[in-house]
């Protein structure tokens, strides 16, 4: 005779007033929750009831939402469901805790409560695997073993959404549950920036310097998951006889997870932003533009995906006016270079933007980049600005080339005191000395200036790339003292006034042409160990 289901609240309210008391304030258990009695009864409902307890506290019921998306796909991909380990015992996942000395969401646990990873090349994250207790410990002893390494690199990381994900290269707070295998990963980030989520699901990696929100929790990844299995959004890649197939997003087309995100409405779950005009005034928003606008944006868009663009490069479309930008709200990277504009004043509304090329344009006025705290690198070399006042107020400004500008005060520049790129090929100073403040710099192009005395160099500490050529320098001797030295452009006839004395290691590149002889000699040198 088969067994009565009966929900799990069945005679709850004569069991005890506080369980009873629990139950009248919080009947939303719908279904979810179902007790098949057992011939004991009475313990299996009460540890059922306890688990809906640490669900209502802790998040959605991670076990359902996996369960669906291996249901769904049992016939088509049965490789997915032998593929996933057994549960990790408490042990395992406090072992996680105390080696990377973080606390686990507690949705993370019930994860891996149910599987302790995978062992096979199913991939549950659309072909990336998750990875076993054991693997995560590794990959964040990786990360971890770079710490402090990599600041260099920051200046390249991007948060989308800005302010929600730190940008930084290498944190010790995220932990890996997924990777690639060449040096990527999907991770739980527990030290978000100032607007994101403790616990929310990014990606992160050697290849990954544009960091997405992917979803706000790992129970909203394995929702985003599902959604995409439901809507029959899957493919498989074959990759020959013997080799396993990929399990893949069909759309957009991918062949690597991590290339989707930035064609996918992210975070998972959120809700879009409410447009302020609808498709018809999009077409005819559309349609009142130039031809070079239209040529620039395409056809088939939306207000929506234009303020969803993260870079446009539009160097050198014989743009002249600016204005439509102000729709591309999401805007990391813009270069425009090359274009015959005068008015930037549009680009105020970029408020996301970090990296700005207006090169090679007729810009004088940079005042409209005011609000635009969030930019990193600007480029406005052969410009005819000559005022760098306005960029005191940009504190994330990293990366500046200020090459054949009409700028004559380089304490403009020696402001900037955060500064850790710099080219001012070709500028005319009456002196350098002044750059020994700026500490950061890492990067420096003092080529075809009027510079004699580098002196100062030595106490750039910090200065790994050195850019020296067509200038009046005789004593080299200060290169010698700068140990962070890694890569140094200079002429044949420096080169060789200094290589008896140069430690080994350094990148060399010679400015002009070499002969056979002279190439025997760089040879030599890259040999020296």
Not at 223 to 238: G, M, Q, R
Request: charged content about 20%.
């Amino acid at each position: 005779m088969r067994r009565k289901e009966r929900p799990i609240t069945e005679g709850i309210d004569n069991t005890s007033s506080l369980v009873g008391d629990f139950y009248k304030s919080n009947r939303n258990f719908k279904s979810l929750l179902i007790y098949q009695r057992s011939q004991t009864g009475s313990e299996a409902w009460i540890e059922s009831l306890l688990l809906y307890l640490d669900l209502k506290t802790h998040g959605p019921m991670i076990g359902n939402t996996l369960t669906a998306v291996k249901t769904l796909l049992a016939n088509e991909y049965p490789e997915l469901n032998a593929s996933l380990n057994p549960p990790a015992t408490e042990a395992d996942i406090s072992r996680l805790e105390t080696t990377t000395g973080l606390t686990l969401p507690d949705e993370l646990k019930q994860l891996y409560r149910l599987h302790n990873g995978e062992s096979g090349d199913a991939g549950l994250f659309f072909g990336l695997p998750f990875i076993s207790i054991d693997e995560a410990i590794a990959e964040w002893k990786t990360w971890e073993s770079l710490s402090g390494s990599t600041a260099t690199m920051d200046s390249n990381v991007i948060s989308v959404p800005a302010n929600h994900i730190k940008e930084q290269y290498v944190n010790t707070h995220y932990l890996p549950i997924s990777k690639d295998y060449g040096g990527n990963n999907i991770g739980i980030d527990l030290d978000p920036g100032p607007d994101g989520i403790s616990g929310q699901v990014i990606n992160f990696g050697r290849d990954e310097d544009t960091r997405f929100v992917i979803a706000r929790s790992i129970g909203e990844f394995l929702e985003f998951i599902l959604h995409h299995v439901k809507n029959n959004n899957f493919t498989f890649e074959i990759n020959g006889d013997e080799e396993p197939r990929s399990f893949l997003l069909k759309e957009p087309a991918n062949s690597h997870f991590l290339d989707t995100l930035k064609s996918l409405p992210l975070p998972f779950g959120s809700k879009p932003s409410t447009a302020t005009a609808n498709e018809e005034d999009y077409d005819a928003w559309f349609a009142g533009l130039d031809a070079t606008w239209q040529s620039a944006i395409g056809a088939g868009k939306n207000f929506a995906a234009l303020a969803g663009m993260k870079n446009i490069n539009l160097i050198k479309k014989n743009i002249t006016d600016l204005q439509p930008l102000v729709r591309f709200t999401g805007l990391r990277e813009l270069l425009l270079s090359a274009n015959p504009i005068a008015d930037i004043s549009p680009l105020a509304a970029l408020a996301s933007l970090q990296t700005l090329y207006i090169s090679k344009t007729n810009v004088q006025d940079l005042s409209p980049l005011a609000p635009l705290k969030e930019l990193k690198k600007l480029s406005v070399s052969d410009t005819p600005v000559a005022s760098l006042e306005v960029l005191q107020q940009l504190p994330k400004l990293k990366s500046l080339n200020i090459e054949k500008t009409a700028v004559t005060d380089l304490a403009q520049v020696i402001a900037l005191r955060q500064l850790t790129e710099l080219d001012i090929n070709g500028k005319q100073f009456p002196s350098f000395a002044e750059l020994s403040n700026l500490k950061n710099l890492v990067q420096l192009n003092l080529s075809d200036t009027n510079i004699t005395d580098i002196t100062f160099l030595t106490g750039l500490v910090k200065l790994s790339d050195l850019q020296l050529c067509g200038t009046g320098v005789t004593d080299l001797s200060p290169l010698l003292q700068m140990n962070k030295l890694a890569y140094l452009t200079v002429s044949m006839g420096d080169f060789k006034q200094i290589v008896n004395q140069l430690r080994p290691g350094i990148g060399i590149t010679i400015c002009g042409e070499v002969t056979e002889e002279e190439q025997a000699m760089l040879l030599d040198y890259a040999k020296r160990q």
